[in-house]
């Protein structure tokens, strides 16, 4: 079975940055859709940004400008995180599709345990 296990979630003060990795040695990133989605205590599960097969990027409006989503090995997604305000913080899930549309939860079967993020103002 594919597992996807990220890394690099952790605390940090308003305006400070993070990165996030997904990793995973089943298969290569150019087979799947992969995508971050992120889900705060009692609120719905949010698509953050992710990569389509064919290299086009998704993001929120929320994020746009601020995280940069991208495929720096072939068993590696990677999330900057960059002037990180408090509605950033969740936990934050790597997940994948053989194909997709949309940042949307239903869109996506594969999913990894997910990293927690803190911003503190």
């Known amino acids: 079975q594919v597992q996807l296990v990220e890394s690099g979630g952790g605390s940090v003060q308003a305006g400070e940055s993070l990165r996030l990795s997904c990793a995973t040695a089943?298969?290569?990133?150019?087979?799947?859709?992969m995508a971050w989605f992120r889900q705060a205590p009692g609120k719905e599960r949010e698509g953050v940004a992710g990569?389509?097969?064919?290299?086009?990027t998704m993001y929120s409006d929320s994020v746009e400008g601020r995280f940069t989503v991208s495929q720096e090995k072939a068993n590696t997604l990677t999330l900057q995180m960059n002037s990180l305000k408090p509605e950033d913080s969740g936990t934050y899930f790597c997940?994948?599709?053989?194909?997709?549309?949309?940042?949307?939860?239903?869109?996506?079967?594969?999913w990894g345990q997910g990293t927690q993020v803190t911003v503190s103002s």
């Open positions: 089943s298969y290569s990133y150019n087979t799947y859709c």
């Open positions: 997940a994948a599709e053989l194909s997709c549309h949309a940042l949307r939860e239903f869109v996506f079967g594969l």
């Open positions: 990569i389509k097969t064919d290299g086009r």
